[in-house]
T-cell receptor, first 110, second 117 residues
Framework: DAKTTQPPSMDCAEGRAANLPCNHS???????VYWYRQIHSQGPQYIIH???NNETNEMASLIITEDRKSSTLILPHATLRDTAVYYC???????????FGSGTQLTVLP | GAVVSQHPSRVICKSGTSVKIECRSL??????MFWYRQFPKQSLMLMAT?????????EQGVEKDKFLINHASLTLSTLTVTSAHPEDSSFYIC?????????????FGEGSWLTVV
């Protein structure tokens, strides 16, 4: 599975949109981009995933560049409860495991 | 989304004893489950992959005789830490993959804190 690069930390003001970037320049055609988050002392929570089209659900939006070499997770109105480590993971094939990097620590400030 | 439940959420055991952690998929059948370990301030590290009805596949450096994994049904996998030592104290997390052709998402349990004293 392709490697991802994320900034180690970001801050965001409460109520504002949080935009979390992820680089995956070696992604191949059949690999999906997944986003999970982990709130302290809990198991990771699935947020969203996509292949090449932009995706939106009740939690977030995922914007994937046309060349698929990077993506951005958008939390439209961040709340204090969104403070967590966010992991961007590239995964190929439905049977494969998720390999976690170090993620981005997002801190939402009041 | 789908629900994966782990039990117990916290356990303390004496050094040298064994402890079992259960992982259940509550509303879907999971043909594949994964076990991770996470030390403080570190990311999740995959320990093993278990497929229902077959032997688990362990990652390099993980002792299969120490961390026994059983995946006897489509909704239950167990991790048994045998002869636990204080260095086994960690946060253990399971995850499960939906077994449908379109099931391409992996869901995680709440995690289990193990403290070996």
């Amino acid at each position: 599975d392709a490697k991802t690069t994320q900034p180690p930390s970001m801050d965001c003001a409460e109520g504002r949109a949080a935009n979390l970037p992820c680089n995956h320049s070696t992604i191949s055609g059949n690999e999906y981009v997944y986003w999970y988050r982990q709130i302290h002392s809990q198991g990771p929570q699935y947020i969203i995933h996509g292949l090449k089209n932009n995706e939106t659900n009740e939690m977030a939006s995922l914007i994937i560049t046309e060349d698929r070499k990077s993506s951005t997770l958008i939390l439209p109105h961040a709340t204090l409860r969104d403070t967590a480590v966010y992991y961007c993971i590239v995964r190929g094939g439905s049977a494969r495991q998720l390999t976690f990097g170090s993620g981005t620590q997002l801190t939402v400030l009041p | 989304g789908a629900v994966v439940s782990q039990h117990p959420s916290r356990v303390i055991c004496k050094s040298g004893t064994s402890v079992k952690i259960e992982c259940r998929s509550l509303d879907f059948q999971a043909t594949t489950m994964f076990w991770y370990r996470q030390f403080p301030k570190q990311s999740l590290m995959l320990m093993a992959t278990s497929n229902e009805g077959s032997k688990a596949t362990y990652e390099q450096g993980v002792e299969k005789d120490k961390f026994l994994i059983n995946h006897a049904s489509l909704t239950l996998s167990t991790l048994t830490v045998t002869s636990a030592h204080p260095e086994d104290s960690s946060f253990y997390i399971c995850s499960a993959r939906e077994g449908t052709p379109s099931g391409n998402t992996i869901y995680f349990g709440e995690g289990s804190w193990l403290t070996v004293v």
